[in-house]
C-alpha cells in the first residue's frame, strides 16, 4: 500500500511539474492566435481590439482582450488549456464557455 501512495505521489508531481513548464514556460505565441480565434467566434474582430492581459498558471492560461465600440469598451477573457489538463492539443474558449 505504501509504495502505491509513493507512486501515485510521484505522477502526480510529474504532472504538476510538466504542467508548470507547458502552460507558463512554454512561448506563449501559438495559445494567442488560439485564444484570438476564440475570441473572434464571440465578438467582431474587425472593430479595433487587442490584449490587455495574459495571465499565466500551472492549470492554464487566460488572455483578456478589449474592444472600443461606439464611445465604450467591452471586454472578454479567453481561458486556454491543454485537453486534458495534462496532454492533448490545446483548446481555447470564452471564459464560462466549454471548449
Not at 60 to 79: C, F, P, Q, R, T
Amino acid at each position: 500500500m505504501q509504495k502505491l501512495i509513493s507512486l501515485l505521489f510521484t505522477l502526480v508531481f510529474f504532472a504538476l511539474a510538466w504542467m508548470t513548464y507547458d502552460n507558463v514556460y512554454s512561448d506563449i505565441a501559438p495559445v494567442k492566435a488560439l485564444a484570438e480565434t476564440a475570441a473572434c467566434k464571440v465578438k467582431d474582430c474587425r472593430k479595433h481590439h487587442g490584449f490587455t492581459k495574459i495571465s499565466r498558471s500551472p492549470f492554464g492560461i487566460e488572455v483578456d482582450y478589449g474592444w472600443e465600440e461606439k464611445n465604450s469598451e467591452s471586454a472578454l477573457s479567453v481561458m486556454c488549456h491543454r485537453e486534458s489538463w495534462v496532454s492533448g492539443p490545446m483548446v481555447c474558449a470564452p471564459k464560462g464557455q466549454a471548449p
